[in-house]
């Protein structure tokens, strides 16, 4: 469960978000919508714990932990997980590697046995057929040489290889045709339970009819300003955010 | 035995700086100059050679023979007959027929103050070799000379890595005849209270290659110059560098010379600085006259790792013939702060996200060379020792 309460931030000595308050139950998605430059991509930054991002008040907790005091590392293996908007690209480092480190990070972390190689292997390949994700892919550099579409595919590849008990999508549906959208809606949609919760961050309601959402807000000026069920996002759909 | 002309015309000028350091290099082969450098040397530092040769087998498997001593003039070929044999004042010494047969792989171990190794390769024949130069003494002013016969290949892992003393100077010559292969695999090691200046040079006819590949971690001063004079066509030379300089000061200096046509060579360097390091890396590489279709390239990358550290850099191109491919590149930076972030959300230390960077900075952009697995398991080998002294 994710619990924010009067989150308050600056960015450059400038204020993205004010007093913001969201509460995620596990077992549901909610979706959080808005124009551009109100404040939905400074959400998921904070709470990944980026640097340029000062927290001037408030709190967020995963099942009753704070996480604004921990590592960005802790905060991963404290459940948390943000499926970027523009993931950046690491030369040299293959994406296999990489999940290699990403998922025995968290063994270590849980205090767990470390995956073997060909334990690894097995669990990226059967994930990875279901988005579509080749093994010529998985040899790349992390993001490197990827379409639009690849590196949301690869994002939520680590997703549901972390298995989170919280996740933000950002905008994961931008760039995204029909087809691809539907192999990630399938993706996250998979992952779904009552143990863990999502927050799809988008512009867009479309992505709403893939991953159905129990709540819809709206954010402005760095707080939100309504929130309401599905029908909200067709609301959106129809007049546009001008209203809000 | 054969001597191969290494004939320096009044064009390389490399030479004149290689006299700068008090060695007479210029002669009607470059054997014979070292000879007369060596008679220059007081004759008493010289002592009898013990011959020992004796054999353990416990060395990653390989056969491992010692030479022990301070030889002026050590000969072996890589043949059936193998004779060591000493010059003029010195006794001959004979080694048992097919030595080499019957350990086709091994390690040679010297030591002996201003000492000259001379190994003839035979045409047609291919080896793997450990050298390992572990005795200070035998890296002062110690002089070793590689003659690969023409077809032949030969791969080298050297030793280097525990040369503690300042003022080392082993000086290594490689010779390659026409269509003769070489791979070497180097590792230096330089602690805070020490100097090292290795040289090597290297000299290739038609249709040779080299592939060489050094690996620097150096806190104390470390200077290796590197002169290539490729004087045939069709020839392929690649150097490879990965420098980790700590405190102490650095330098890597290539110079490579083409003077035929169709040959192509690069030259990949990497260099990390980290503490109060600094590292300077000078490449040149020089096309004279009449050399078309030259393919010469340069590319240096520059990673610091804190603030104080700092790596200078001077790619050079000197181009006398106008159809040629020559290119030079160099760049500097940091670890990139987004990368880390990125890698930490996904519950990766940050230690251990630096680490993977670093790696990804070494391994990203090194070119595509198939290698024997000798070398290939050496350079891993030696990569991995690097990446662990980077500071957590």
Redesign the interface.
């Known amino acids: 469960m994710l619990k924010i309460e009067n989150l308050t931030v600056d960015v450059f000595g400038k204020r993205v978000l004010e007093h913001f308050s969201l509460e995620i139950p596990n077992g549901e998605v909610h979706a959080l919508m808005g124009p551009n430059g109100v404040g939905k991509s400074t959400l998921a930054n904070v709470l990944?714990?980026?640097?340029d991002y000062e927290v001037i008040s408030g709190s967020v907790q995963i099942d009753g932990k704070d996480i604004l005091e921990l590592?960005?590392?802790e905060?991963?293996?404290a459940g948390l997980f943000?499926a970027?908007q523009t993931?950046?690209e690491?030369?040299?480092?293959a994406y296999q590697?990489?999940l290699k480190?990403?998922l025995n990070?968290?063994q270590r972390?849980l205090g767990e046995e470390e995956f073997t190689a060909a334990e690894i292997v097995k669990k990226i390949k059967a994930t990875s057929s279901q988005l579509g994700i080749s093994n010529e892919m998985l040899k790349r550099?992390v993001n490197v040489g990827y379409s639009g579409g690849e590196k949301k595919r690869a994002e939520i590849l680590?997703m549901l290889l972390?298995e989170p008990k919280f996740a933000i999508l950002d905008e994961t549906d931008s760039g995204l045709d029909v087809d691809a959208l539907k192999v990630v809606s399938n993706g996250v949609n998979s992952l779904k339970s009552d143990k863990n919760s999502f927050l799809v961050i988008t512009h867009f309601p479309r992505v709403l009819e893939y991953i159905q959402p129990d709540y819809v807000h709206i954010i402005k000026n760095g707080c939100i300003v309504k929130t309401g069920g599905p029908e909200l996002a067709l609301e959106v759909e129809k007049t546009g955010y001008g209203e809000f | 035995m054969t001597h191969y002309a290494f004939e320096p015309s009044s064009k390389n000028k490399f030479w004149d700086m290689h006299l700068n350091l008090g060695i007479p290099m210029r002669g009607n082969t470059f054997n014979e100059s070292w000879r007369r450098y060596s008679k220059y040397i007081d004759s008493n530092l010289f002592r009898p050679w013990s011959p020992g040769g004796r054999i353990i087998n416990d060395y990653k498997g390989y056969d491992i023979y010692f030479v022990d001593g301070n030889l002026r003039h050590l000969s072996s070929k890589f043949d059936a007959d193998i004779s060591y044999q000493m010059t003029d004042d010195i006794n001959e010494i004979n080694f048992p027929d097919n030595l080499l047969d019957s350990y086709p792989m091994g390690v040679l171990s010297l030591s002996g103050l201003r000492s000259e190794l001379e190994i003839d390769v035979k045409s047609n024949s291919n080896h793997e070799l450990h050298i390992k130069l572990d005795d200070k003494e035998f890296a002062s002013s110690s002089f070793i000379h590689i003659n690969v016969g023409e077809n032949s290949k030969i791969n080298i892992v050297w030793h280097l890595d525990s040369l503690e003393s300042s003022f080392s100077l082993p000086f290594i010559v490689m010779n390659l005849e026409k269509n003769a292969k070489a791979s070497n695999s180097f590792l230096y090691t330089v602690d805070s209270s020490s100097s090292n200046f290795p040289t090597v040079f290297y000299n290739l006819k038609d249709g040779a290659s080299v592939y060489s590949h050094n690996s620097v971690n150096s806190s104390g001063y470390f200077r290796k110059d590197m002169f290539s004079y490729i004087d045939g066509s069709g020839c392929n030379f690649a150097d490879e560098s990965i420098s980790l300089f700590g405190d102490g000061f650095g330098e890597i200096i290539n110079h490579i010379e083409h003077s035929k046509p169709e040959s192509k060579s690069i030259q990949n360097v990497r260099t990390l600085a980290y503490g109060g390091g600094v590292g300077s890396w000078q490449g040149m590489a020089k096309v004279y006259e009449n050399c078309e279709n030259t393919d010469a390239e340069q590319n240096h990358k520059g990673l610091i790792l804190s603030p104080d550290a700092k790596i200078h850099m001077k790619p050079q191109l000197e181009i006398l013939t106008d159809d040629v491919v020559c290119g030079h590149g160099a760049s500097l930076g940091r670890l990139d702060d987004e990368s880390i972030q990125y890698m930490m959300s996904r519950g990766i230390k940050k230690e251990l996200a630096k680490k993977m960077l670093v790696e990804a900075f070494i391994n990203a952009s090194f070119s595509e060379v198939n290698l024997s697995e000798l070398i290939e398991v050496s350079i891993s080998d030696n990569i991995n020792k690097v990446l662990n002294l980077i500071e957590e």
Not at chain 1, 48 to 51: A, D, E, I, Q, V
Request: charged content about 15%; hydrophobic content about 30%.
């Open positions: 990944t714990g980026k640097p590592e960005p590392f905060r991963s293996s943000v970027f993931p950046v690491i030369p040299g480092v590697t990489f480190h990403c990070s968290k972390q550099g680590q972390l």
